[in-house]
Nanobody, 125 residues
Framework: QVQLAESGGGLVQAGGSLRLSCRFS????????MGWFRQAPGKERQFVSA????????YYGDFVKGRFTISKDGAENTAYLQMNSLNAEDTAVYYC????WGTGTDYEGKTYEYWGQGTQVTVSS
């Protein structure tokens, strides 16, 4: 059974940075697309970033505008989301998700079979 464990959230001032981690276990990490989504109170879930299972493609939500970088460490079975130039609108619970043989282009999250528990990111203005 695949399990995902996010970490790295917290409180940061506007303009600051955070790096989120998503530790993958229970299957072969390299067979999965990994995505990051977020959900703010009263809002729908929003696509943040993802990479395809084979690493050939990386994708970002329009709002990212070069501020975030997704990456992975195959040796550690971990996906990362480096977030820079954070602003108050980035405040949300951030979730990582895994999609077996996924392309990373599912911006609605419907094909992701596994989800983490989420990590809170709060940006103070």
């Amino acid at each position: 059974q695949v399990q995902l464990a996010e970490s790295g959230g917290g409180l940061v001032q506007a303009g600051g940075s955070l790096r989120l981690s998503c530790r993958f276990s229970g299957d072969t990490f390299g067979f999965y697309a990994m995505g990051w989504f977020r959900q703010a109170p009263g809002k729908e879930r929003q696509f943040v970033s993802a990479f395809s299972w084979n690493g050939d493609g990386t994708y970002y939500g329009d709002f990212v505008k070069g501020r975030f970088t997704i990456s992975k460490d195959g040796a550690e079975n971990t996906a990362y989301l480096q977030m820079n130039s954070l602003n108050a609108e980035d405040t949300a619970v951030y979730y990582c998700a895994a999609s077996h043989w996924g392309t990373g282009t599912d911006y609605e999250g419907k094909t992701y079979e596994y989800w983490g528990q989420g990590t809170q990111v709060t940006v103070s203005s």
